[in-house]
């Protein structure tokens, strides 16, 4: 799985290729030696073929150069703070690496591969210092390298992996997307073992977090403005006429997308955390209605498929609350021709077909609750349904839907107030239909908490937490 190397590194690189250094200047006062001089020239500014035959004829030699030997640092230790000389040798050391195939390996074969790098990633704290962005490049390449010829993971690329992860982090939550975009292709290139997926998974309020936050823009939502994947009011239409949200490029969008497709490969490790603290079912449904391509269509039917398949309990009840089904029959009417998107299509419609045939209107009503997030679904203003299941959701496994809508309620929902006066709707109607278990939902904070929103500024909310006081005044006045 190949990408293009980010523009912003590409141009980096060019960049520092065409500086001039003074060597002989470096060499006069210590920075670098002669030996280490010579053999800097001898692959410098020369043809790919004799730089290619000129490393395979001495490999031992161009490992120490870059990584050092028993008795002999690295040049890029013994540069010390010469960032022009460091930067030099950081892009030279990408060249050989990309212009000589045996040279990976047999760096690697080296004690501490990594040692002379991870330092320079925290060599300064601006995110545009080139020198821990080709670090980052040159570790990724490693690293990635590394994992594909032995995919169990060694103490060593755990232990450059928890530094990298974090620098990388820090590139995806800026405002600059060519610097976002350097995180996610060496992302991308780490995440090919189930190790490096866990360590990713372990980091992620690191990792994961600013990736969500690109794709929460993609979709037309803040990180704390949830009302617009709820109400699912984009439209593929407005994506691909104005662009997507927040300004975010389809080529970050698709890479930050193939990131979280490789992590979904541990559904079962992440699914649910990835919705509890995400709610990634909803935010991809919505996705997948703006979805400008195929390719990003294909990645998110893959995603959504590999995490609901494996956490079936908890996420195929928010996808039906997200409205995914529908949306699936949509997709299914188009002209789609991408065999491992109609193939994830197909699957994750039957997973769903077969849920849904299976689900009772109590189970809709407690999937919402459970999801945390409430809508003006049907059960919420059907007498019927009240009067057949209030009971059975203030004692089903003890108490937890009331407790559960406590929760929510304690929340203050500023940008989508529905929620409360959805949640006291659902109070009013448990107080009307089993008076006698008043107590319980004292107990849990529910009375106290509608009587403090009658004086919300929302209209609605003032409204349907009168009616629930109501419904308690009204069985103190008829005993």
């Known amino acids: 799985m190949s990408l293009d190397p980010p523009t912003y590194l590409n141009s980096l690189q060019n960049n520092i290729r065409a500086r001039p250094i003074p060597w002989e200047g470096a060499v006069r006062a210590g920075h670098i030696t002669d030996g280490e001089l010579r053999k800097i020239k001898a692959v410098d500014k020369v043809r790919k073929e004799q730089r ?34 460091i930067q030099y040798i950081l892009v030279l050391a990408s060249d050989l690496i990309n212009d000589v195939p045996s040279l990976t390996p047999f760096l690697l074969e080296h004690p501490d591969p990594y040692k002379p790098f991870l330092p320079l990633l925290s060599q300064s704290a601006s995110l545009e210092d080139p020198i821990p962005l080709l670090t980052s490049s040159l570790l990724a390449t490693l690293i990635s390298s590394a994992l594909a010829v032995s995919p169990k993971s060694t103490s060593k690329i755990d232990e450059a992996l928890r530094k990298l992860y974090p620098y990388l982090a ?55 403005t949830d009302s617009t994947l709820w109400s699912g009011g984009a439209s593929i239409r407005s994506a691909t006429e104005a662009g997507l949200g927040g300004g975010v490029g389809l080529q970050l969008l698709y890479h930050v997308l193939l990131v979280i497709w490789q992590l979904s490969f541990e559904g079962s490790l992440v699914g649910k955390g990835l919705e509890d603290e ?43 609350l997200a409205r995914l089904p529908a949306l699936l029959g949509n997709l299914a009417t188009r002209h789609l021709t991408d065999p491992d998107l109609l193939e994830d299509l197909k699957n994750l419609d039957e997973m769903l077909d077969e849920y849904i045939r299976n689900q009772t209107t109590f189970d809709e009503y407690a999937a919402e609750v459970q999801s945390g997030h409430l809508r003006w679904s049907p059960p919420h203003r059907n007498p019927t349904f009240w009067a057949e299941n209030a009971r059975k959701i203030l004692e089903d496994d003890k108490g937890a839907l009331p407790k559960k809508l406590a929760e929510i309620m304690g929340k203050n929902w500023d940008n989508d107030k529905q929620v409360l006066a959805i949640a006291c709707n659902d109070v009013a109607n448990l107080v009307k239909e089993v008076p006698d278990k008043r107590s319980q939902l004292e107990k849990y904070g529910l009375k106290s908490r509608v009587m403090e929103l009658m004086s919300e500024s929302d209209e609605t909310v003032r409204w349907e937490s009168l009616r629930a006081v109501g419904e308690w005044l009204r069985y103190s006045f008829d005993r």
């Open 52 to 85: 290619k035959q000129t490393v395979e004829g001495d490999l031992e030699a161009y490992r120490t150069l870059l990584l050092g030997a028993d008795n002999d640092q690295s040049v890029l230790e013994s540069a010390g703070k010469r960032a022009d000389v």
């Open 170 to 224: 820090t590139l995806a939550k800026s405002q600059d997307s060519g610097l976002q975009d350097i995180a996610v292709q060496e992302y991308s290139a780490l995440l090919r073992t189930k190790k490096s997926r866990e360590l990713f998974w372990k980091q992620r309020e690191d990792t994961i977090n600013p990736l969500i936050d690109i794709l929460r823009s993609a979709a037309g939502a803040g990180k704390d």
């Open 278 to 320: 995400q709610e990634i079912v909803q935010l991809y449904t919505q996705l997948l209605r703006l979805s400008p391509k195929e390719k990003t269509t294909r990645l998110l039917l893959s995603t959504l498929y590999n995490l609901t398949s494996t956490n079936r309990s908890t996420l195929l009840p928010a996808a039906v």
